[in-house]
Antibody, heavy 121, light 111 residues
């Protein structure tokens, strides 16, 4: 059974930073691209970032480019998201997801339970 | 404003059939990118419902089906059940944005 377990969320002041983690089990982690998707309170889903299986290729939504950094440690089956220069509109539940390909494009096959980030003074 | 347009809400009675539309454009669905659907219950993580326009992951009942035509996609649910009451999101890829994109979600109410 695939399990993705996020951690690292919390309350942070505007301009602050956090490091989110996602521990994976039940999958050959190093074989799969991974992604972060967030959901602001009462809002829809927003793709944030993706990283290739080997970690060499990363991509970001325009809303977080230059402020967030995605990385992974395949030896520890763990995905990371360093979030910096946080703003109020970054307040959301952050989900990690296993990204899969089918035809053209990608989809999110498995999801973690999410970690909540609240940006407030 | 989302790149993919979904109705904010749909409703139906138990046993009925409903559809949820997802309309894109020439840089996403119309460009040939596949559409995927997710189901989300309040306070829980999204769950993959349909991938690659029409495919159901193992464990998803065949009451759920997807289709795609041109720049649009639809999710159909037949034999509506009270436990189907949830939010449903479509997702695709947009080549102009170089990003995965979601619809704003549709809240399904089973009357």
């Amino acid at each position: 059974e695939v399990q993705l377990l996020e951690s690292g969320g919390g309350l942070v002041q505007p301009g602050g930073s956090l490091r989110l983690s996602c521990a994976a089990s039940g999958i050959a982690f190093s074989s799969y691209a991974m992604s972060w998707v967030r959901q602001a309170p009462g809002k829809g889903l927003e793709w944030v970032s993706s990283i290739s299986a080997g970690g060499g290729t990363t991509s970001y939504a325009d809303s977080v480019k230059g402020r967030f950094i995605v990385s992974r440690d395949n030896s520890k089956n763990t995905l990371f998201l360093q979030v910096s220069s946080l703003r109020a509109d970054d307040t959301a539940v952050y989900y990690c997801a296993k990204r899969s390909s089918y035809g053209l494009g990608f989809y999110f096959e498995h999801w973690g339970q999410g970690t909540r980030v609240t940006v407030s003074s | 404003q989302s790149v993919l347009t979904q109705p904010p809400s749909v409703s139906g009675a138990p046993g009925q059939r409903i559809t949820i539309s997802c309309t894109g454009s020439g840089s996403n669905i119309g460009a040939g990118y596949d559409v995927h659907w997710y189901q989300q219950f309040p306070g829980t993580a999204p769950k993959l419902l349909i991938y690659g326009n029409t495919n159901r992951p193992s464990g998803v009942p065949d009451r759920f089906s997807g289709s795609k035509s041109g720049s649009s996609s639809s999710l159909a649910i037949t034999g509506l059940q009270t436990e189907d009451e949830a939010d449903y999101y479509c997702q695709s890829y947009d080549s102009s944005l170089s990003a995965s994109v979601f619809g704003r979600g549709t809240k399904l109410t089973v009357l």
